[in-house]
């Protein structure tokens, strides 16, 4: 069992960069895979990447791909989103999950969830 704690999120200007961080404690880390979701101000919330338990395979969003990274230090039992180009409608709460080892892509699909980070991102 892990829990994450999300960290990083703040206000910062269309076109900056960001990056959050997500220290999941627990035992076993390295043999979950973590996933950032966000939620959007009156939307649901909705996957934005993840990353396999032995960070052999990462996925993300249409939306930010080419523009966010995913990565995992399991010395330190963290995730992390870089997170460049930033726009306005990358705007949310960001939250970090974990399920067992493979990639997901579903709410449903994730075990442990933290209580987010808010990210806004003015025009």
């Known amino acids: 069992q892990v829990q994450p704690v999300e960290s990083g999120g703040g206000l910062v200007q269309a076109g900056d960069s960001m990056r959050l961080s997500c220290k999941a404690s627990?035992?076993?880390?390295?043999?979950?895979?973590m996933g950032w979701f966000r939620q959007a101000p009156g939307k649901e919330r909705e996957f934005v990447a993840a990353?396999?338990?032995?960070?052999?395979?990462?996925d993300y969003a249409d939306s930010v791909k080419g523009r966010f990274t995913i990565s995992r230090d399991n010395a330190k039992d963290t995730v992390y989103l870089q997170m460049n180009s930033l726009k306005p409608e990358d705007t949310g709460v960001y939250y970090c999950?974990?399920?067992?080892?493979?990639?997901?892509?579903?709410?449903?699909?994730?075990?442990?969830w933290g209580q987010g980070t808010k990210v806004t991102v003015s025009s």
């Open positions: 999950a974990a399920r067992p080892r493979n990639l997901g892509y579903r709410e449903y699909e994730y075990n442990y």
């Open positions: 627990g035992r076993l880390f390295s043999t979950y895979a």
């Open positions: 990353i396999a338990w032995l960070a052999r395979n990462t």
